[in-house]
């Protein structure tokens, strides 16, 4: 009984390890090759002795790398100078640094000849160029040459076709083989090829040219610029069409294009598959084929019903409806389609393989476009969809920054490209690609001012620094006496009251010189007197003596109390880009004059604060100093109190954002500090005949003229004013940290 | 697996139990499964023996027992590399395809031994760097095992050392792999290219159209957006340990530690130490060294003697100069000293240039600038100079530090141009963690008044107490810009009233009802709001005037970013407790305002957190117990964010003729501030 009862069980036991052993193998041998799934994951063998293996290279090795002393260094530099063709160039190759050692960055033009016809845009170009601060007119000052013959169109069968273009470059006696010049080009090659020719050599000169082609583009030594129509402002330009941020920011389309379709020649791999993703909802794609002289000829069974469709649509508003844009190469690889999309907040889904995007050196694409793949079409779609709301809203506001500051008109997109070459001259004084990529953008953040993000009013908040807890006063005095007045000794009494003052800094303006420094009142702060020399202007000259993120810009007649100021920079430092200050004034559009006109009448709006009274951040003198061209400087000398107009409109411009006003105790009289802004204290309304016609208008004048030059009204109205938390409460005074804010 | 093995351990436990008569007869049994068992594991196993157990999982081998593959002679030799080939014409997207993840899928060739036609080995098998690259690809995310699937191969072909091979045989070994196809989405990972005399900046190895991560490239043999620019990896890392120092001044100024550099640029090093005196630091090699000590871990300046890679860290500056090749692994050591390298290197393309922001961690200065560099370094603020060896030293811990950094980083690169929309931002490649904490990234970045004509949504918060509720919605509706309200009937027990009895107001009116009575639902995103604006208002805000809510809603639209309300609240540190205080008497600052009545952008309540102090308290009254738990609240958000996100302020936002000694009637919001 018990030797068939372990006979059994040892028959079963193994029958059951033969069944598992080899049916289980089978088994999954079986799954091997239907599905793989029962097979574990094969991973790289952990070898053994792994630990024994020997290093890829020998520390010696590594240390030594290879026998140094093959070749000089300066024989190898000497070699690719002389030895560098045009396809080959580099910065270190073919661009002569030397020459922009002594004097600079400048940049000459070519004086235009006679009998040279220049195309609308091109025009624009060179006067963009002359409008910037590296404009010369001296060619040996110059580190940067533009030629004046009009290189934009290079296609043969184009009607601003230049000809000759290479004889005549050959003939300039600077043009020395191409070196240190820019050449601009938006236009190049002809049908069928559309190639990157320009139909001459431009030797070993950089290029700045649209629908750049990664394979022709030399990295770090050309340009790749936008395509932009003919009518592209040239300075100022239009906004950004992103009014508020939606959430979710969803529009009506998610994707839209509407373009031609090319039945055949380059491009139409892309632009003949476009029609596949439409899909009548929200997505909406349109081609047509009616484009080009003999298009019937090629059309085919497509045609005709696209064409009804085609029509059905209106390409501006698909561009405000929609999230997404295809922006798909032509048949060169840019299009204007590019910055349409762009200013429309229509995130651009690049289409267009090989392109070099514009200004990618710079600009970070990636935080303002979907880059796709030409061949990867029917993917789009649901990649789009999978895009969080987050990002997308992120994406919209980027492309808004991104049209803002670099290509909303000619003068943008030119001082871009100049920006960028100037930076290639000293990397280490350069800007870094964070600070392209972040508002207020490169342009106007000028690194020789610091290279320093903290030093900048504009990144505390992205970066987690905060301003310094000091500031500098900044008095300008100005009066004919000669002598200390009652006003300033009071004033400097009351701002060297206040803990946080660092230093006082008064700019003697006077023709009398100014009084020996025993007669100025001692105080536990070190003050110090700076002589002015220039204009009006020179109050913004970004002077040695202010070390502090914070200035406190005063007039001398100006009345403060301690607390106003306290009060006023604990403001500031939460807004340290902006201008924080006590009498304010508005602008305003006058539609009978068809001009802008300010008051200073007491009004429930306010676009500037006055400079007699405000803090602001030191970086605004230089940028005030060095951004604004020198003409715009001279204007503002020749005018009477336009200067912190200017500094308003420079402010605003950056920030895009009002100035702050903050609480000031009510005087009896209102100081003269009300008068120095633009229309007299009790001015209202401007009319015409009041007591200092020619003062007024004067000011009126400069606020038009700042406007012309930037191109728009950058001044912001805001309806507020900040108080202290406690301001006016039914508190106890004594709990207020500013009760003297509110004593009559 | 090893069915014998198992079989005999339990056999022998019994046997010894049967008895006599039977034990020839099992034993006989016995041998015949156990012949059969073997006989069939062989027929089984034995034909594919090479390649499965080459292929097979985490097996304990040795790397000298792989399969040994002869290459003939004429066997055929891939095109040398093309120097036109970007992702567009070079690289087949699509193996990669679309997937959820957005993740490519990343296959690494099994070890082989190559040898040539007489038998000679044609490399090294694989270095230790290279074998860890390969298992940290083959740990990560990116790994298939599954070739047919794989969008990426990475051949185990170990090329990262240009001297250790045999160009012509190598490239016969890459030219025979299984899926090489002209090389077409191969990656290689070289850090030595070149040889002598003329050191080519990149691999020499024939490779067609594979991509090449390479430690050495120049802007000439660089194809950008198609290879990836990566460091040489210093052993070195792993060995030493250098904790990292607190940014601030250090002993030396600047300071070059390379042994092998070209005799002109050590004259001009001199010179510059002749110049500046003692804060510049000109190290060469030990001459005089005693037996036994490694020459690579020390370094001498004259007769001192200094340990390397330490003297590294006594220097602000340290120089990266260009030697044979322009890609050094002493800019490894450098970096992690928390060193800011001053990169000397005409033409060389920085590690990881595609996504590294190398201007916030290194100077690089021009050859033809040498002479000028001590006071180009010397007009860099300090505060700059700190951040940068901050930075650096990040540098060297996410993407230097090992192997396995630098291929994951490699990878990541790829996977990002693969796929765009899903990219890994600047901000995740270049913020060190320091950053990312303390920095505020606002959703809402652009600087934009919103238009007064979209006007604000009201949402108000109930349960039960109708009739404040309806002088709430009374009081509300006069407000101007008001263009719906929102009603969130938080009751699960109740139904709100009849539409009846509501008021009659000029904007459309919603009743929401909700599944669970939580305070936080008044945060929810409902689809009723259309609006950017959102004024979150409780059923017992009766005080407050159609033109303080108007105000509040203009005061929103200049700082849409932020939370625009009335009653404000404080949090405090509180030194005896060691934790945030809450405070709500009248205070001079604010960091909080309350949501009993407060603007906000719709965007802002995205973050969802729970605090379940926050949420159901109901019937809330100013006693102690409340700002207790308030307290514990704010606590519970600060360890959740890391950080104190909440900033104070002393200031609050008023009409700008607030107060002032002005005619009423001309003020734009007269009704204010009358409590």
């Known amino acids: ?744 | 697996m090893c069915a014998s093995a198992k079989y005999n351990t339990r056999g022998p436990a019994l046997i010894p139990r049967m008895k006599t008569k039977h034990r020839i007869y099992y034993i006989t049994l016995f041998s015949i499964v156990l012949l059969g068992l073997i006989a069939t594991g062989m027929f089984q196993f034995w034909p594919h023996s090479i390649e499965s157990s080459s292929d097979w999982t985490v097996e304990k081998r040795s790397v000298h027992d792989v399969p040994v593959v002869k290459l003939p002679a004429d066997s055929p030799i891939p095109e040398r590399g093309d120097l036109s080939c970007r992702m567009h014409t070079c690289f087949d997207v699509y193996r990669c395809g679309f997937n959820p993840k957005n993740k490519i899928k990343v296959y690494i060739y099994s070890l082989k031994k190559y040898v040539d036609e007489y038998g000679t080995l044609v490399s090294n098998t694989i270095s230790r760097e290279y074998n860890e690259l390969l298992t940290a690809i083959s740990d990560s995310e990116f790994y298939t095992d599954d070739v047919n699937r794989a969008c990426l191969f990475v051949p185990s072909i170990d090329v990262l050392n240009q001297n250790a091979l045999r160009i012509k045989e190598t490239a016969q070994a890459l030219a025979q792999l299984s899926r090489w196809d002209r090389g077409t989405n191969h990656l290689l990972f070289n850090m030595l290219p070149g040889g002598p005399p003329d050191y080519n900046t990149a691999l020499d190895v024939p490779r067609d159209r594979a991509l090449l991560a390479g430690g050495g490239f120049s802007t000439w043999t660089y194809r950008q957006g198609y290879d990836v620019s990566i460091p040489v990896y210093s052993p070195l890392s792993g060995e030493v340990d250098l904790p990292e120092r607190g940014p601030g001044p250090r002993r030396y100024f600047i300071l070059s530690s390379q042994m092998a550099l070209h005799p002109e640029y050590r004259l001009e090093l001199e010179a510059l130490q002749a110049e500046n005196g003692d804060s510049v630091l000109v190290l060469d090699k030990c001459t005089n060294l005693s037996d036994g000590v490694p020459a690579v871990r020390k370094r001498c300046y004259k007769n001192q003697v200094f340990d390397y890679p330490q003297v590294l860290q006594e220097s602000t500056f340290c120089v990266v100069l260009r030697g044979a090749r322009l890609g050094q692994a002493v800019l490894s050591d450098v970096l992690q000293a928390g060193c800011v390298p001053v990169i000397i290197a005409d033409s060389y393309i920085l590690p990881f240039s595609e996504v590294l922001d190398w201007k916030r961690a290194s100077v690089v200065i021009p050859e033809e600038k040498m002479p000028e560099m001590y006071s180009i370094l010397q007009s860099i603020p300090q505060r700059q100079i700190e951040e940068m060896q901050r930075q650096a030293r990040w540098f060297w811990e996410a993407y230097f530090r090992s192997m396995k950094a630098i291929a994951l980083a490699t990878l990541q690169i790829i996977n990002d141009r693969i796929y765009p929309y899903a990219a890994i931002s600047y901000e995740e490649w270049n913020d060190p963690p320091a950053v990312k904490w303390s920095s505020v990234s606002n959703p809402l970045f652009l600087p934009l008044i919103p238009p007064q004509s979209q006007g604000f949504t009201a949402v108000v918060l109930t349960y039960d107490r109708v009739e404040s509720l309806f002088r709430v919605i009374t009081e509300v509706s006069k407000v101007p810009s008001l263009s719906k309200l929102l009603v969130v009937w938080n009751n699960q027990n109740k139904n709100p009233p009849e539409d009846s009895l509501w008021p009659k107001i000029r904007v459309p009116l919603k009743v929401v009802r909700t599944a669970e009575n939580k305070l936080s639902n008044r945060f929810f995103p409902y689809d009723e709001i259309e609006t950017e604006a959102v004024l979150a208002i409780d059923d017992d805000i009766i005080m407050l005037t159609s033109d303080e809510l108007q105000f509040g809603y203009e005061v929103w639209r200049e700082f849409p970013d932020r939370l625009v309300g009335y009653p404000g609240r404080l949090h405090l540190w509180d030194h005896e407790m060691n934790k945030w205080k809450y405070e709500s008497e009248w205070t001079n600052e604010v960091s909080m305002v309350l949501t009993g009545a407060a603007f906000y952008h719709k965007v802002t309540p995205r973050k969802k957190f729970k605090c379940p102090e926050c949420t159901a308290i109901d019937g809330l009254s100013l006693d102690q117990t409340h700002m207790v738990e308030r307290s514990e609240c704010i606590n519970k958000f600060a360890s959740v964010f890391g950080t104190m996100p909440l900033k104070v302020v002393e200031h609050r936002a008023d009409p700008v003729l607030y107060k002032d000694d002005f005619p009423e009637k001309l003020k734009s919001f007269p009704n204010i501030g009358s409590l």
């Open chain 1, 1 to 744: 009984m018990q030797t068939r009862k372990k006979y059994i069980f040892l028959t079963f036991l193994a029958s059951w390890l033969l069944l598992f052993f080899f049916g289980g193998d089978q088994l999954r041998r079986f799954a091997f090759f239907s599905g793989r799934k029962a097979e574990a994951r094969r991973s790289w063998p952990r070898w053994t002795d792994r630990s024994l293996l020997k290093s890829f290279a020998e520390p010696e090795e590594l240390q030594r790398d290879g026998d140094p002393s093959l070749l000089s260094p300066r024989e190898r530099r000497v070699a690719w100078l002389s030895g560098s063709r045009g396809s080959r160039c580099r910065m270190e190759t073919c661009f002569d640094l030397s020459r922009c050692e002594r004097h600079g960055f400048k940049v000459f033009t070519y004086p235009q000849e006679r009998g040279q016809p220049v195309s609308e845009t091109y025009s624009k170009i060179l006067s963009s160029i002359e409008r910037s601060r590296y404009h010369t007119l001296k060619p040996e000052e110059a580190c940067l040459f533009i030629l004046s013959i009009d290189t934009l169109d290079r296609d043969h069968l184009s009607g601003h076709y230049v000809r000759d273009v290479g004889e005549k470059i050959r003939g300039f006696p600077l043009w020395n083989g191409g070196r240190n010049h820019l050449i601009f080009n938006l236009y190049s090659g002809t049908w069928p090829g559309y190639t990157g020719d320009l139909g001459f050599d431009s030797g070993q000169a950089m290029l700045a040219k649209a629908s750049f082609d990664t394979s022709s583009f030399r990295p770090g030594f050309d340009i790749s610029i936008p395509l932009f129509p003919r009518e592209h402002p040239q300075r100022g330009g239009d906004g950004g069409w992103l009014r508020h941020d939606s959430l979710p920011p969803k529009k009506k389309y998610l994707l839209v294009f509407k373009g031609k379709r090319y039945l055949t020649g380059i491009g139409s791999g892309t632009r003949n598959a476009l029609h596949h993703i439409h899909n009548g909802k929200d997505i909406i794609s349109l081609t047509t084929c009616k484009h080009g002289k003999d298009w019937e000829k090629h059309k085919d069974t497509r045609c005709d019903k696209d064409n009804v469709d085609y029509e059905r649509f209106d390409y501006q508003e698909l561009l405000h409806n929609s999230t997404f844009c295809i922006v798909p190469r032509g048949r060169r690889l840019g299009s204007f389609r590019f910055l349409e999309a762009l200013q429309a907040a229509c995130i651009p889904v690049l289409l267009s393989d090989g392109w070099e995007l514009p200004f990618a050196e710079a600009i970070d694409w990636g935080k303002a476009a979907v880059v796709g793949s030409e061949r990867l079409l029917l993917q789009i779609p649901s990649a789009l969809r999978c895009i969080p709301p987050e990002r997308v809203l992120a994406f919209q506001q980027q492309t808004q920054f991104l049209w803002d500051a670099y290509f909303s008109s000619v003068d943008k997109i030119v001082h871009t490209t100049l920006e960028i070459i100037k930076d290639r001259l000293s990397p280490h004084r350069s800007r870094s690609r964070f600070l392209w990529n972040a508002l207020p953008g490169g342009l106007l953040v000028l690194p020789d001012f610091s290279t320093h993000l903290g030093d900048f009013p504009f990144y505390h908040l992205r970066l987690g620094y905060s301003p310094s807890e000091k500031f500098t006063a900044f008095i300008r005095a100005a009066s004919q006496a000669g002598s200390l007045s009652q006003p300033i000794l009071r004033l400097i009494q009351a701002v060297s009251g206040s803990q946080h003052c660092a230093k006082i800094v008064v700019l003697w303006s006077c023709e009398k010189p100014p009084p020996p420094s025993w007669k100025w009142p001692q105080s536990s702060v070190p003050l110090s007197v700076i002589q002015g020399r220039r204009g009006l202007s020179d109050r913004f000259f970004p002077f040695g003596a202010i070390q502090t993120d914070a200035v406190l810009s005063l007039d001398e007649d100006t009345n403060l109390s301690t607390s106003e100021v306290d009060f006023a920079f604990s403001v500031w430092r939460s807004f340290p880009e902006r201008i924080v200050g006590f009498p304010t004034r508005s602008h305003f559009w006058d539609p009978e004059q068809g001009r802008w006109g300010c008051t200073s009448k007491w009004t429930n709006e306010l676009s500037m604060v006055l400079t007699a009274a405000a803090f602001y951040h030191r970086y605004y003198h230089s940028l005030f100093t060095e951004y604004l061209p020198a003409g715009l400087r001279e204007l503002v000398d020749g005018l009477a109190a336009c200067e912190d107009i200017l500094m308003n409109v420079l402010v605003a411009a950056v920030t895009k954002l009002p100035p702050i006003k903050v609480t000031q105790r009510k005087q009896h009289k209102e100081g003269v500090a009300q008068q120095a802004g633009c229309g007299d204290g009790a001015a209202g309304t401007p009319q015409p005949g009041q007591r200092s016609p020619r003062r007024f208008s004067q000011r009126q004048d400069c606020l038009n003229q700042l406007a012309d030059w930037f191109g728009y009204m950058p001044l912001v109205s805001s309806q507020l004013r900040l108080d202290p938390v406690l301001f006016k409460d039914q508190v106890s005074v004594l709990r207020k940290r500013y009760p003297s804010l509110e004593r009559p």
